[in-house]
Every structure is written in structure tokens, then in C-alpha cells.
């Protein structure tokens, strides 16, 4: 402790930018971390807090997937000798069309029962809040809405606002206020109530339910009552607790919680880099005041707690004033993060408060100081082992001895070596990834040597740009390899990020686009939403019919899309006329025979799969899916498995006569309609706005619109990835930053006495900043290489583990090409402070020593 | 022992005449079918006054019958309506039927102790009280607004679904008309239901204003009969769920 006051205290004051940059490693990973995970967390505990509010006094909740089922079921449930209360439910996402409000929650219950479970806490404290409880349920317009809903909407009791329906646009009415708090704080406030049969006719639900809410009798147990309950709906419903609901949402958002995780987790490996950069060349820095320790008698054990006790301390500070920036920037990640999971998953959720959740920043704290501590292990060993004799000497001190070099070569061709073996043992995933570790590792490992490889072959090139400043930039880097070696590892690794990141957005762009063209070649999509993935309004089936009398319109094809849970797990039911789509859509087969899988899964006969469904969920050819079914489990086997990518979980291609028959639900999401002659698109478009515009909600979308709006999703999907990008970016460019200034303080003397034998300023400058731009250069060399092998594993990650898309290898030669400059100006510009605080120094004080 | 035996002598007596005493209500009160105009009148705490009226009509008497009760005022009510079909061995199956979105929906046992449309009726209150799904026994005698009564406790037997756990009935001894009934749950008191205005209607004898009192609530709900006529021809295909569809 009296050490770490005496001299390391002593130390960082004098080197605070240095400290700072280093530290920096350590802020950006942990920040990244806490706000990525809070945001997250906020989401799902937003979530479940709507779940929970909602649910009132529920014990239990009947399900059967994304589509709902018949009205029936409530009168089993109703008549179950355990059940004290069954009232049904619809929940919707609808779009208020107020200024400022986006997403209501709608929120359709049976007014006659609903208040046996869940308390709407009325104004007036009793029935008269809705003003008049009979004309409520008289007239479908009626809504009940939250006291903080309608402070923000200026909304005030019997007040009307427009909004789209099934029926067209109709005027809705506040005929009652909630107060604050309690069901009325469901989804951040932005909930309305309305009676459950208008809103079956408001979203076209016909006569379904989306769910059951159900209170058991008194003396009854749950835990009982649910396999009683299970047994009398069949296989095909679910009866679980409220809170399960939570963990599906979960389950569907996993993806973006993975993506998070790997940034922040990369943004801490990078930063362990510069920290051990930072105390690499504070060792060598510090060898005459080491030596002095020792000569004193201090033992190898002292120096080497005296180091890793710095960096406790640097990995305390780092991780504190990280988690204070994440939780700043975690309020921003939370809304992009809710409507992200809105757009792609069609689940809507507002988190208006970010809650930090202690365990994960315990979590955070302990991960930024073990990072710390890590990355100085190595610093701390060299430190106690400087013989005190030798480190009182001048020189060499930057030398990486030829011992440990041959040490880490190799090490890195064991570890190559073995990378190749676990590569051909793929199938077996923990085999995969220590492969994947050990690739990292080799790289890791060879970063000196091919640091130095890459230096000495740049001397001639860098010599005869500038024949003086040239020479000087190459040789201070050629003798100082601990000085520069970890800036260009972590530079390496960031920029393998890069690589990778940017080659999977790639890869994925390219075989979207190829999907899209054989997928969506309809002429015309007519939905219910401006946004695809929602599905809380539904046609009904008769505007297909409608369509298909249109002249111009040739074929007509009605998909119903819900999600269904297939081995626990949601994916996407897609359930269209078999026969016309293998007519006119080629989806690649992986497996099977496409002359054959449609046509008999369009008689029943199975289900076709996409090729993600069946990497992610282990599915063959043949194998039985078990679909459920309202009443049932419904087993299909796998007739065929193509390429589609119309959810990330995985989709199923069943026939709509299969899905109505067992579903029994006729409801349309999307109609596609193929026109006679393409250039009818505006005659169709208008034909079908005139017939139906008035009377239901709709929108008409080209093939170039829907194309724009899943490259709209795709990027918004992406948009995560630009953010790891530029994390990369950034910590590659505060490495350079923190090398530099390093390098400067370092060759304080070696410039002064440049400076006193006639050097000019413009030649220091000049050596600074080839010194930078040689930085940047061999770090980008390293890495786009690094960054090719680290694509294979992502796209192989990316395919077996997280969204089962089977992804072509193609290397981001745009996104490399754009990397050029931007490191070597990045690299110049961090070299600018640096050059300058190396001319304005004091000549007398570098030259003090001498 | 002779005590004993005289107590439950005295008990059994009691009890048959208590049921007596109901079966006659019944009796006299039979009709083959009802009809007539409700006004109701729905007074809150705060003596708020909402009014709105209705058109009832019943087919058979009690245990078997039939009924169907439809909003005419105000407008925006105007369509509504309520389909109940007794059953002499176990509840009423309860319709409602909502013009504006063209829907029936059948209000399950389990709502039935909920507030009939705002008013202080609950469902139930809205059922025949027939004597063969209670139990009767006799408290004694009081005086009602002025009106000698036998004051009675009723509770339903095991197949008749309730929310109340018991009743007291005043039963007026001049013509064998309800006069007051006080309906308990396992909270206590919770309504209270005042039988007013007795008058003779085509030789039945029948209180033409109806007042329930919502303890808890502290709100009354006043129901008064119009245009009452009995023993009406009335097609029994109007007590449908299609005919209710088909009026509207």
C-alpha cells in the first residue's frame, strides 16, 4: 500500500494522458457491457412488468401460439371444476396515430368478468369512472385509457381520436381513465382497454382469443390445477404461469442478447491489450526505479504485488467510471433496443426506465478488474524478475529477449497445430470453439514476430518516402517491439472484428438479396401494418377472393404467418398455398426433391422447413415435427428443407387447407398478388384501394417497397454490428493514440538529442508521424489476415450456434479497402498531439540526463 | 328428550311452512307470460341520476320459463339485450346480445355476480327465484313499511349456483307478495331489495317499483314497471338467440 502511494501514485500523476488512455481500454469495454446488458435487461424487465401488470390476479394463462384460438376453449376452461375465473384476453401492438405516442397496447377483456382478476383502479374510485358501464359495452368505440395517457395525449373524458381498424378508420372514445400505477403503468402507460368482441371486429380477429386468464378456486392449487387443466384443453394449449410468457420473449430476443454480450466482451479482450501495453512499457519505463526497489532490498513477490496491485487499482477506476458511462448511454441503447425488437420480432415493449441491476454491475466491476489483473500478469512477472544490477544499466531494455520470443513461436505453431485438429472436429461444439480459442490465441502469440517481420520489410519503403524520418520511425520501432507489439495486437484484433463483423453483414446482404429476389417476386404485397412483422391485425378472407376478380390480377396467394412454439422454442409458422408458390417461387431445396416436397406437403402430408429451422432445432429429413394445434399436437414430418430467411428462428411452410383445417383460423396477414403485366402495378394498386381502402386497413406495397423494407430491417439488424464496428475503431485508435504518447516520453532523450545535433521540428514531426502511420500500417496487415480467419469462425458460429443461416464466405474487400484510410488517418491524427508535445519540449530537460 | 323431540318437531313444522309460505307466493303469483316497460333509474353515492328504460317479456313460470329484456333508451344503449332461460334443477344459461357489434356472448356462471350493466342488479338478481332450489325457514314476523310479514331465510341448495350464502325474505301476509329481501355473501350484507307500490294487476297481485340497494357500493338502482299486462299470447321463437339477432 505505503508503494503504491510512494511510487505508483508518483507515476500515474506524471503520466495521467497515458493512464487515461489506458484506462480508456477498460472504460469503452465495461461501459459497453453495463449499457448493452441494462438496456437489455430494461427491455425484458419492461416486459415482464407489463406481463405481470396485465396479468393482476392471474395464477394462469391459456395459450395456443401467435394465432390464437376458437372461442370454445373459454368455456371448457370456464367450466373446470378448478378454475374460479377464465376470461378471455386479446393484447395488441396498434399504432395510436397520435403525435408523439407511437405504440398503444390494446388490451381487449371481457368487461363483465375482467374485474374479478384484474383491478383498473378507475378515477372515481368505482363504476362510474366509466361513465356508464352499459353504453361502454354498447358501443364498440369505447375505450378506457391510463391517466398518464391521457395527460400526455391531452385526451380528456369522452374526448374521440381516430385510429385504423379492420373496418376502416373509426373514432374511438375515452369513456373511462385509469389512475396511475397498477395495470395503468402496463407498458409504460401507453395501454387502452377496450371490450374484448369490439376488439375481435377492430382487428379482424373474428371469433378467437389470444389467451385465457384464469384464477383457481380457493384451496386449490396451481401446481394441481394446471395438469387438470392441460389435460381437459388438449396438447394443443398451454397452461402456464404469467411470468413463462417473459421467458419466450426472451427466448426470441437471445440473439440480440448473444450479439451484446460478444461486443462488450470483445471491447474488454482488446482493452486487457492496451492495459497490458501500458504496463509493458511501464516496466521497461520503470527498470532503473525497479532496480533501485530491489538494490534496497525489496523482494521479486514485492514488485510483482506492487504491479498487479496497479492494476487492481486501474482496474477498479476503469470499471467504475465504465459502468457510470454505460448506464448514461444505457437509456439510449433501451428505446433503439425496443424498437429493434418491435421492427424484427413484431414484439412491441417501451422500457421509459432504465433500472440497473446490482449483480450485473458487481458483474461488470469484477470482469473490468479481472481484465486488469490479466493483462498485467505477464508486466508484472517481467517486472520482479529485472535483476537490479542489469536494470541500472542503459540500453536494450525494449528487446523482447530471443528466448521469449522462440517461447511464443513456438507456442503459437502448438496452438495453430492443434486449431487444425479441433476445426476438423467441428460437429463437437466445445471442440469448435477452443479451436476458435486457440486460432485467437496463435494469432495473439506470432503478433511480435510478424510485428517485427512486417517492420523490418517496411524499413526500404518507409526510408525512401523520408530518407531521415523514415529510418528513425522504422528502427525506434524495430527496438522497441514491447512498446509497440501490444498496441498493434490489439489494433490486429480490433480490426479482425472488423473483418469479420463487416464480412457476416456481407455475406448476409448478399444472400438476402438472392432470397428476396426468388422469394419475394410477387408484384404486390397487401398487408395490414405499414410494419411487416406485426401481426396484430389480420384480414379476413374474403378480401382475397375479392382481389382475385380483379382483371389485371393473375394469381392471388393468402398467407397467414404466426409464431408457434416447436420444441419450447417460437418460430415461424408460414401457412400458404403450397402449389402456387412452387409455381412461382424456387426456394433453393437443401434437401429433398422440389418436384415433390410441395406437392405433397400441399396435400397434407408433411411440412417443408427452412435450412435454419433445421440447423438450429436439429431437424432431418423425415424427422416429425409436432406442431401444436388447439386441441392437439399435429405431427408433420419434414418433406423438404430449402433456403429461406423469413425468420431468424427458423420457419415452417405449411398448407393454408392443413392450417385451416387444424387451426381453424382463415385469417390472412399478407395477400401476394401476381399481376398479368407488371406495368398494371398503379391500375391494381388504385383498384384495390377503392374497393377495400375505405372500408379496412391496408397498404398496398410494390416489390421495390417490401424489397427496401426488409434491406430497411436487415440494416436495422446490422446497425448492432456498426456499433461493434466502430467500438473496434475506437479502441484500435486509442491504442495508436496511447503508443504514441508513450513513444514520445519514451524517446524523450533520443529526440532531444536529435533536436540538439541540428534536427528540425519538421523532421521530429515527421518521424512521429511515420512512426503512427507504420503503427496503423502493420496493425492493418495483421488484421485484415487475422480478420479472414476469424470470418470463417464467425460465418461458422453465425450458422451452427445463433441464427442457422448457412452464409457463402466472402471476404469484405470494400469494407478492408475502406479500413486503409481510415486507420492511416486515424493513425496520423493520433500522431499530431504526440509530434507536437515532442517539438515544444524543453531541450534542457531531455537532455538533462546527458 | 321430550324437549328435543318438541324442538324438532317444532322445527320441522316451521320449515314446511316456510315453504308453504314461498310455494304460495309462487302461486299466486303464476303466469303463463309477462310482459311490460321498465324504467331504471341508476342513483350513485354522489346522487348522480342515470336513467334508461327497457321492454321485458317472459314466457312460462317459474323454473321453466323464459325471458328476454331489451334497452329502448337511450340511444346509445338502445338494442340491447338480455336472454335468460330458467332451468328448475339447475342457473339460468344468460345471453346478452349487443346490436353494434352484432355479437351474443353468454354470461358465464362465473360473472353472474357481477353488476348487471352499471345498475345495482347483479345477474343472479336477475333470475327466478323458485322454490325448489332453496331451502326455507321461517325468523318470524315483522312489519314492514307498515305491513304485517313473515320474515324468512332462504338458501340455495347444492345444485344452485350463488354468490349469496343466504337470504332473509319478507313475505307480506295480506297478499302473499314479496315485500323486502335482504341477500348476504360471505362479506355480509350486500343488497338489499325493496318491493313497493303493490298493486292488482289483471287479479295478480304485484309491486310495480323494484328498489336495490348496493351495500357496499352506497348507490341504489329503482326499477318501475309500466304497461304490466300477464297472460299475454307471445311466440316463444322471440326468446331465442336467433330472434335476438333477427330484432335487431
Known amino acids: ?850 | 328428550m321430550n324437549r328435543f323431540v318438541v324442538a324438532l318437531f317444532g322445527t320441522v313444522v316451521l320449515a314446511q311452512d316456510a315453504r308453504q309460505i314461498v310455494e304460495e307466493v309462487q302461486k299466486r303469483s303464476r303466469s303463463k307470460s309477462q310482459k311490460y316497460e321498465g324504467t331504471l333509474e341508476v342513483i350513485d353515492q354522489r346522487n348522480k341520476v342515470s336513467t334508461k328504460r327497457w321492454e321485458y317479456a317472459r314466457l312460462g313460470a317459474f323454473g321453466e320459463s323464459r325471458s328476454v329484456l331489451r334497452f329502448t333508451s337511450p340511444p346509445e344503449v338502445k338494442g340491447v339485450a338480455l336472454l335468460v332461460h330458467n332451468h328448475p334443477d339447475r342457473s339460468s344459461d344468460q345471453w346478452m346480445w349487443r346490436p353494434a357489434i352484432e355479437r351474443d356472448q353468454r354470461i358465464a356462471l362465473q360473472d353472474r355476480s357481477t353488476r348487471f350493466f352499471g345498475t345495482d342488479f347483479s345477474y343472479e338478481d336477475l333470475e327466478e327465484r323458485d322454490v325448489n332450489q332453496f331451502d326455507f325457514k321461517v325468523l318470524g314476523e315483522e312489519s314492514i313499511d307498515g305491513v304485517a310479514c313473515w320474515k324468512l331465510e332462504s338458501r340455495p341448495r347444492e345444485k344452485k349456483v350463488s354468490q349469496y350464502l343466504y337470504s332473509h325474505v319478507w313475505v307480506r301476509k295480506d297478499h302473499y307478495v314479496y315485500a323486502q329481501i335482504e341477500a348476504f355473501n360471505k362479506t355480509g350484507l350486500a343488497r338489499k331489495i325493496k318491493y313497493s307500490d303493490v298493486q292488482n294487476v289483471q287479479g295478480l297481485w304485484t309491486s310495480k317499483v323494484v328498489e336495490v340497494f348496493d351495500v357496499a357500493k352506497k348507490s341504489r338502482t329503482v326499477l318501475k314497471f309500466e304497461k304490466l299486462q300477464y297472460n299475454l299470447t307471445i311466440d316463444a321463437d322471440l326468446f331465442t338467440l336467433q330472434a335476438l339477432r333477427r330484432a335487431s
Not at chain 1, 413 to 429: D, K, T
Not at chain 1, 548 to 573: A, F, S
Open chain 1, 1 to 850: 500500500m505505503i508503494l503504491l502511494r510512494l511510487i505508483s501514485w508518483q507515476y500515474v500523476r506524471k503520466h495521467k494522458l497515458r493512464w487515461l488512455l489506458t484506462l480508456a481500454g477498460i472504460i469503452i469495454g465495461v461501459a459497453v457491457f453495463v449499457g448493452m446488458h441494462t438496456a437489455n435487461q430494461s427491455v425484458l424487465a419492461a416486459f415482464q412488468e407489463t406481463i405481470n401488470r396485465i396479468a393482476g390476479s392471474t395464477q394462469l394463462q391459456v395459450t395456443a401460439g401467435e394465432a390464437g384460438f376458437p372461442e370454445e376453449a373459454l368455456e371448457i376452461a370456464q367450466n373446470s371444476p378448478d378454475v374460479r375465473v377464465a376470461v378471455p384476453v386479446i393484447e395488441a401492438s396498434v399504432n395510436s396515430g397520435l403525435k408523439g405516442q407511437g405504440n398503444l397496447l390494446l388490451l381487449g377483456v371481457d368487461m363483465t368478468g375482467d374485474r374479478s382478476l384484474r383491478d383498473y383502479d378507475l378515477e372515481n374510485q368505482d363504476d362510474d369512472a366509466i361513465e356508464d358501464p352499459l353504453v361502454f359495452l354498447a358501443q364498440p368505440d369505447s375505450l378506457l385509457i391510463t391517466r398518464s395517457f391521457a395527460t400526455a395525449t391531452g385526451l380528456k373524458f369522452g374526448a374521440k381520436f381516430p385510429m385504423e381498424t379492420m373496418a376502416g378508420k373509426r373514432e374511438f372514445t375515452v369513456r373511462g381513465i385509469m389512475k396511475s400505477g397498477g395495470l395503468a403503468s402496463a407498458f409504460g402507460g401507453n395501454l387502452a382497454v377496450m371490450d374484448i368482441y369490439a376488439a375481435q371486429k377492430m382487428l379482424g380477429r373474428g371469433r378467437r382469443f389470444d389467451r385465457i386468464d384464469i384464477a383457481v378456486k380457493e384451496g386449490v392449487r396451481v401446481e394441481e390445477a394446471q395438469p387438470r387443466l392441460q389435460a381437459a384443453l388438449g396438447a394443443g394449449y398451454l397452461v402456464e404461469s404469467p411470468g413463462a410468457r417473459g421467458q419466450q420473449f426472451e427466448s426470441t430476443a437471445q440473439i440480440y442478447s448473444l450479439v451484446s454480450s460478444v461486443t462488450s466482451m470483445f471491447a474488454l479482450f482488446v482493452g486487457m491489450f492496451l492495459i497490458y501495453n501500458t504496463f509493458e512499457i511501464a516496466v521497461t519505463q520503470r527498470r532503473n526505479e525497479i532496480g533501485i526497489l530491489r538494490a534496497l532490498g525489496a523482494t521479486r513477490k514485492q514488485i510483482r504485488v506492487l504491479f498487479l496491485g496497479e492494476s487492481v487499482v486501474a482496474g477498479l477506476a476503469g470499471s467504475v467510471l465504465g459502468i457510470f458511462f454505460g448506464l448514461l448511454m444505457a437509456r439510449g441503447i433501451a428505446a433503439y433496443v425496443g424498437a429493434m425488437l418491435s421492427e424484427v420480432y413484431g414484439v412491441a415493449q417501451r422500457a421509459d426506465e432504465v433500472t440497473a441491476d446490482p449483480w450485473l454491475l458487481a458483474a461488470a466491476l469484477i470482469v473490468g478488474t479481472v481484465t486488469s489483473i490479466l493483462a498485467a500478469i505477464v508486466p508484472a512477472r517481467d517486472a520482479s524478475r529485472v535483476d537490479p544490477v542489469k536494470a541500472l544499466q542503459k540500453g536494450r531494455q525494449q528487446m523482447i529477449g530471443e528466448g521469449e520470443n522462440r517461447t511464443r513461436r513456438i507456442g503459437a505453431v502448438v496452438a495453430l497445430a492443434l486449431a487444425f485438429g479441433c476445426m476438423s472436429l467441428a460437429r463437437i461444439r466445445p471442440l469448435f470453439y477452443l479451436g476458435y480459442l486457440l486460432a485467437v490465441t496463435a494469432a495473439v502469440l506470432l503478433a511480435p514476430t510478424a510485428c517485427n517481420i512486417i517492420t523490418r520489410a517496411l524499413r526500404p519503403l518507409l526510408k525512401w518516402i523520408r530518407p531521415v524520418e523514415g529510418a528513425l520511425a522504422a528502427d525506434s520501432l524495430i527496438q522497441a517491439p514491447r512498446r509497440t507489439s501490444g498496441t498493434v495486437t490489439a489494433l490486429m484484433l480490433s480490426l479482425a472484428l472488423v473483418i469479420s463483423l463487416g464480412g457476416i453483414a456481407r455475406s448476409s446482404y448478399e444472400s438476402i438479396q438472392k432470397w428476396l429476389v426468388v422469394a419475394l417476386n410477387p408484384d404486390l404485397f397487401v398487408t395490414t401494418s405499414e410494419s411487416l412483422t406485426s401481426r396484430s391485425f389480420v384480414f379476413p378472407a374474403e378480401i382475397g377472393e375479392g382481389m382475385r376478380t380483379i382483371p389485371e390480377v393473375e394469381t392471388v396467394q393468402m398467407v397467414r404467418t404466426v409464431r408457434v412454439n416447436v420444441r419450447n422454442k417460437p418460430v415461424m409458422l408460414v401457412s400458404v398455398d403450397l402449389e402456387s408458390i412452387a409455381t412461382k417461387v424456387h426456394l433453393p431445396p437443401r434437401e429433398g426433391d422440389e418436384k415433390t416436397m410441395y406437392r405433397d406437403a400441399a396435400q397434407g402430408k408433411g411440412v417443408v422447413v427452412s435450412d435454419n429451422f433445421a440447423l438450429l432445432h436439429g431437424y432431418k429429413m423425415g424427422d416429425i415435427v409436432e406442431l401444436p394445434v388447439p386441441g392437439g399436437v399435429l405431427p408433420m414430418p419434414v418433406l423438404g428443407i430449402v433456403t429461406d430467411y423469413s425468420d431468424q428462428q427458423g420457419s415452417i411452410l405449411i398448407d393454408r387447407s392443413v392450417y385451416i383445417e387444424h387451426w381453424k383460423d382463415t385469417t390472412v396477414n399478407v395477400f401476394r398478388l401476381y399481376l398479368r403485366n407488371r406495368a398494371d402495378e398503379p391500375i391494381v394498386r388504385k383498384k384495390i384501394q377503392e374497393m377495400y381502402g375505405g372500408q379496412t386497413r391496408l397498404f398496398v406495397f410494390t416489390n421495390q417497397d417490401l424489397r427496401a423494407y426488409i434491406l430497411k430491417l436487415t440494416d436495422q439488424w446490422f446497425s448492432l454490428t456498426y456499433v461493434q464496428i466502430a467500438v473496434a475503431v475506437l479502441v484500435a485508435i486509442l491504442g495508436i493514440v496511447n503508443t504514441l504518447t508513450v513513444s514520445i516520453s519514451d524517446r524523450k532523450r533520443e529526440l532531444g538529442v536529435l533536436q540538439a545535433v541540428g534536427g528540425l521540428r519538421n523532421q521530429i514531426r515527421g518521424t512521429i508521424w511515420i512512426e503512427a502511420v507504420a503503427i496503423g500500417l502493420t496493425g492493418l496487415i495483421m488484421g485484415l489476415v487475422v480478420g479472414a480467419v476469424q470470418l470463417y469462425y464467425t460465418l461458422e458460429i453465425s450458422r451452427s450456434d445463433v441464427v442457422g443461416l448457412r452464409l457463402e464466405y466472402s471476404y469484405p474487400f470494400g469494407i478492408a479497402a475502406a479500413l486503409v484510410p481510415v486507420i492511416l488517418g486515424a493513425a496520423l491524427i493520433s500522431a499530431i498531439g504526440p509530434a507536437e508535445a515532442a517539438v515544444r519540449g524543453s531541450l534542457v530537460e531531455a537532455l538533462e540526463y546527458e
